[in-house]
């Protein structure tokens, strides 16, 4: 069965600063890949996908992620944050044979100015 | 604009009572799913629908219900047998299985 981690369940950065929140997964082939924000109350927003291709993919707010197949990681990065990048972030795979999609955990971001 | 649509945004539930959570998309999504999210530990999968009349159970199916009785519609019934219902739902729809999800705003539910 896939699954993913996200060993990271607080982070702390400070506003400006740059951040790398890490996902891995387990999942024989190659899998899609997506990363979603919530905020407080709210609903999951997409970030980014990968489906194929190129490996480092440019998503919504100035993130962007990288497929390393060899480390089953896709993590997620942003040069500089921002105070209202304080949400709670997940990542999900679907094994592409049509299963449902698996979420990680979580990982709650906190922003300090 | 399109989007989802859940109602109520809070929901209160009186010891065996059945509670029935909203979900309305136009987005002419054939998939829809309803997500039970707890405090740490992520997103859990309750029930999705492929297509209308059909549906079929998640992670953590029991104590809930759903219909699919028109493609825009996807409502959960939080059921009397649900002994631990006091959690944030989530419905969510895609084109089908393997596209991203859209999610609507969450119906928190509450136990008087």
């Known amino acids: 069965a896939q699954s993913v981690t996200q060993p990271d369940i607080h982070i702390t950065v400070s506003e400006g600063a740059s951040l790398e929140l890490r996902c891995n997964y387990s999942y024989g082939a190659t899998p899609y890949l997506f990363w979603y924000v919530q905020s407080p109350g709210q609903g999951l927003q997409l970030l980014l996908k990968?489906?194929?291709?190129?490996?480092l993919v440019q998503g919504i707010k100035g993130f962007e992620a990288e497929f390393k197949r060899s480390q089953s990681s896709f993590n997620l990065r942003k040069p500089s944050v921002h105070w209202s990048d304080a949400a709670e972030y997940f990542c999900?795979?679907?094994?592409?044979?049509?299963?449902?999609?698996?979420f990680g955990g979580g990982t709650r971001l906190m922003v300090k100015p | 604009d399109g989007g989802i649509t859940q109602s109520p945004k809070y929901l209160f539930r009186k010891e065996g009572q059945n509670v029935t959570l909203s979900c309305e998309q136009n987005?002419?999504?054939?998939?829809m799913y309803w997500y039970r999210q707890d405090p740490g530990q992520g997103l859990r999968l309750i029930y999705y629908?492929?297509?209308?009349?059909?549906?079929q159970k998640g992670d953590i199916a029991e104590g809930y219900s759903v219909s699919r009785e028109k493609k825009e519609s996807f409502p959960l019934t939080v059921t009397s047998a649900q002994k631990n219902p006091t959690a944030f739902y989530l419905c969510?729809?895609?084109?089908?299985?393997?596209?991203?999800?859209?999610f609507g705003d969450g119906t928190r539910l509450s136990i008087l």
């Open positions: 987005l002419n999504h054939d998939a």
């Open positions: 969510a729809s895609s084109r089908d299985n393997n596209q991203p999800q859209h």
């Open positions: 990968y489906f194929s291709g190129d490996t």
């Open positions: 999900a795979v679907n094994n592409n044979a049509g299963n449902m999609l698996t």
């Open positions: 629908s492929q297509i209308v009349n059909d549906f």
